[in-house]
């Protein structure tokens, strides 16, 4: 489904407005998972109901990569995304999570996009002492 639009903003955040029609023309209720062209750039995401609208989110990294801004003019397609979605553990992680099965159970709970934010503070850590205690950190939160 293809629509034009503005990216939308909302003080820092910005994301793109799904017009019903469309959320409804895709045919998964009212978070379906899509596929998503803005100006040629293809991510995957989620449809999301936020303050009486339909939003897709489209984060910093996405609008440095594309140089898309708030209120600029935008040609969308979306597509229902029936891929599975799986994030790709650092080793050093899955081992950790491994040997605290409790933790491991919780991660396999948790929504990709949490899963992903997680993958993403290990690995963004700038030395090897902060990469280790976000894991710590993390499976312990996990474990409970």
Do not use: C, W
Not at 25 to 48: C, E, F, H, M, Q
Not at 56 to 84: C, N, W
Request: charged fraction near 25%; proline fraction near 6%.
């Amino acid at each position: 489904m293809k629509f034009s639009t503005t990216m939308f903003q909302s003080g820092n955040n910005t994301g793109i407005e799904v017009p019903e029609e469309v959320v409804t023309g895709l045919g998964a209720g009212k978070r379906p998972p899509v596929t998503v062209v803005v100006n040629g750039y293809s991510y995957r995401s989620t449809v999301a109901p936020m303050g009486g609208k339909f939003l897709i989110p489209f984060s910093s990294d996405k609008r440095a990569a594309t140089g898309i801004a708030g209120g600029d003019a935008i040609e969308v397609e979306l597509t229902l995304d029936a891929e599975p979605r799986t994030v790709e553990l650092p080793d050093d992680f899955s081992t950790a999570l491994a040997a605290e099965p409790s933790a491991l159970a919780a991660f396999d709970k948790l929504s990709p996009s949490a899963r992903k934010a997680h993958v993403t503070n290990i690995e963004t850590a700038k030395t090897d002492a902060t990469r280790q205690r976000r894991i710590t950190s993390i499976v312990e939160k996990l474990a409970g």
